[in-house]
């Protein structure tokens, strides 16, 4: 193709595209996710039109700018990586089964001081609560912008948009953990799974994924997924240890 034909345009605030001979042939758009960070993404034909699609964005756009790539997309990272992005952090994708006799939860019961509170019966005060205190310990220990990046959060920046979604874990008058169980696709993705810190290491996580994923199994719903970062070892260690399964990874490339 004759790549100086391809005029690249800013068409929209947050979209730019390639046309050429009349014909839309890639678009680049921008996107702020809620904790500030600008993420991209490029759609091209070839791999000249990324590089000038990348250029055009690049140009107007302040940095750090970060995005996502599929590890196994060697293209598409070889095209960031000619821009000049490289790897901020890791992701692991995990298959992991609700069966209680292939997790070795089903013998699982939670600390005596704690009650874990199924999906739909936990009180949205309390689960509000605890959702910012543990977001503030996370701000205040390794940043908030070390964890994956949400995508959607309600009016003002609302965390916990639909209370229905969280499993909890009650200690008298007051929430400790928390743990959200999402269906955005067909299978169900467990989201977010999170202890105050004074009360981690004594299987509270444990037994809330027990909780969550037996709730599935009842309904029939075989396999959860679940995405985890690679730096958290805590996270990593829970899930192998009954018997998840890495299937997929991502990586969040940055430019600063």
């Known amino acids: 193709m004759n790549t100086n034909s391809v005029d690249i345009s800013r068409v929209e605030s947050t979209r730019w595209e390639a046309v050429e001979n009349d014909l839309v042939v890639g678009h680049g758009e921008v996107s702020q996710r809620p904790d500030g960070r600008l993420f991209v993404s490029i759609d091209a034909w070839h791999d000249q039109v990324f590089d000038q699609i990348a250029a055009a964005m690049l140009a107007t756009l302040r940095r750090p700018l970060h995005t996502v790539v599929d590890e196994a ?41 704690i009650t874990v509170v199924p999906a739909g019966s936990a009180e949205e005060g309390p689960l509000r609560l605890v959702d910012r205190v543990i977001r503030d310990e996370v701000e205040s220990t390794i940043g908030w912008q070390e964890m994956p990046a949400e995508i959607l ?55 809330m994924l027990a909780q969550s994923l037996g709730a599935l199994h009842g309904r029939g719903i075989p396999t959860a997924t679940a995405e985890v970062n690679e730096s958290n070892a805590a996270a ?8 998840a399964r890495r299937v997929a990874g991502n990586l969040e490339l940055v430019l600063r």
Not at 73 to 101: H, I, N
């Open 73 to 113: 997309d060697g293209g598409l990272l070889s095209c960031w990586g000619r821009a000049g992005f490289v790897t901020r952090r890791r992701e692991s994708e995990y298959l992991v089964s609700t069966d209680p006799g292939a997790t070795g939860l089903g013998a699982v019961t939670p600390p005596p001081d």
């Open 153 to 207: 959060r309600g009016p003002g920046g609302d965390t916990v948009m639909n209370p229905s979604l969280y499993v909890a874990a009650a200690q008298a008058d007051r929430y400790v953990g928390l743990l959200r169980v999402a269906q955005v696709t067909r299978l169900p993705r467990l989201g977010l799974i999170a202890v105050r810190a004074d009360q981690r290491r004594r299987g509270i996580g444990r037994a």
């Open 236 to 243: 990593m260690a829970l899930f192998e240890s009954i018997g």
